[in-house]
């Protein structure tokens, strides 16, 4: 019978720190560019823009298959919400704010745990924190469906 040993790394507060200051830069990114880019409206629904310089206007599934993707107007209604357009954000994709929000969560989770390395999180908080995810992917897929039958 062969026993693996932990790594002695797993519990290092070094490790711990900069494991969950990677992990907030990454969450924080989507954020920032949130809060940078602009909604500007347009026939097709909008697209974003950034110091004045657009976007491209269509993701890469709407112009090379033609078919909506699950995210489409993820990023845009990511932005509106950071803007205080919650309604419009809504409106854009649903799953839009709750990422958001949801992002501002697990910003707040890592910058604690980088603070904080040897604080333990409850054993519930990670299944809880990937049930959110979870059901924020099944809200894409589902809103998906439903306009893919609708069109």
Known sequence: M?????????????TVRITHLIWLVLVLAPLMAATVLTFVPDRS????????????????SRTWFGVFC?????SRAMTLFAHG??????????????????LVAEALYHLTRSLRPAWQAPP??????IGVFAGLLA???VR??????AA
């Not at 040993?5 to 070094?14: A, H, L, Q, Y």
């Open 85 to 102: 357009r919650w309604g419009e954000a809504f409106r854009m994709h649903p799953a839009g704010p709750l990422l958001y929000a949801a």
């Open 70 to 74: 699950p995210t489409c107007g993820i």
């Open 144 to 149: 998906w469906f439903v306009r893919l039958t």
């Open 45 to 60: 629904g909008g697209s974003l823009s950034c110091f004045g310089v657009a976007l491209p206007a269509q993701c890469i």
């Open 139 to 141: 809200l894409c897929i």
């Open 124 to 129: 519930w908080l990670d299944r809880f924190r």
């Open 2 to 14: 062969v026993t693996v040993k932990p790594s002695t790394t797993d519990n290092d507060p070094r």
